[in-house]
């Protein structure tokens, strides 16, 4: 939009600092609508009492007035996203479903939980809880991993595993310690410097709570899904990690 358009298309005339015309929202014949610019913006004043959604409808009739760009909301984004390829349920110390992390092709996560109506709300889910809760809590050794997908394997593999949503960069809360003291354990890093980082973050947190804590990095692999695919076993990942247990 442009205000000298605006002006010369309501035969608007000249009024101090503002131009007045003849309100295109309601059959006027006393100019009643004032139209003043102020760092940019286009201010409209019916004093006929028409609201300024009415006269910015009837100015965009007129093509006189552009509707602005939609504002690129979560809801927005979201619908640019791939499918879903996996669903990971978080659920309560009951098993009861608390929220999801979705991915997506090409890679992408998202949480969602349920409405309450059979949909889901597209947002963070505000207590945050670990992977598998109501297994790590029946467990004397627990390991912890980075993502969803490296935790299935494990659990594929006869281990209790969890993680927490968000990644390398999500924060590890004081719950997540909780629920781990007086457990042993065994932190497997991703092989990328932000990996490194949250396992340092974890074991700092758990240090003086956890029985046992025991950091160990698979090498040649950048994940354990990637360390199992590249044909270790699971009698070969308690040597590493008794291995690392003694080297402490």
């Known amino acids: 939009m442009n205000l000298d358009a605006i002006v010369r298309a309501l035969s608007a005339r000249r009024s101090g600092s503002a131009y007045v ?46 509707a602005a760009p ?25 098993g009861e479903l608390l929220y999801q992390v979705t991915r997506h092709e090409p890679k992408d996560f998202r949480q969602r939980y349920p409405d309450g109506r059979g949909g889901w709300i597209w947002k963070k889910y505000p207590d945050q809880v670990l992977y598998h809760l109501p297994e790590v809590l029946e467990a004397a050794i627990v390991f912890v991993v980075e ?23 999500a924060p590890w809360l004081p719950p997540f310690t909780e ?22 973050r974890i074991a700092r947190a758990l240090l003086g709570k956890a029985a046992r804590i025991i950091i160990l990095e698979l090498e040649g692999a950048k994940d354990v899904t990637q360390w199992f695919e590249q044909g270790h076993s699971e009698t070969y990942l308690i040597a590493q990690v008794e291995g690392a247990a003694v080297s402490q």
Not at 156 to 166: E, I, R, S
Not at 181 to 200: K, M
């Open 70 to 94: 939609p504002t690129r909301t979560w809801a927005t984004q979201r619908t640019s996203l791939g499918p879903i390829v996996a669903e990971y349920n978080y659920t309560d110390e009951h």
């Open 21 to 66: 015309a003849l309100c295109p929202g309601h059959d006027d014949h006393d100019p009643s609508l004032s139209i003043r610019e102020v760092d940019g913006k286009i201010l409209l004043h019916c004093h006929a009492g028409c609201a300024q959604r009415d006269v910015i409808e009837a100015l965009k009739s007129r093509g006189l007035w552009e």
């Open 147 to 169: 993502g969803e997908r490296d935790v299935e394997t494990l659990r594929d593999w006869g281990f209790v595993a969890t993680t927490n949503a968000g990644g390398a960069k």
């Open 179 to 200: 629920v781990l003291r007086g457990r042993e354990v065994i932190l497997l890093p991703d092989a990328d410097q932000p990996g490194r980082a949250r396992v340092v």
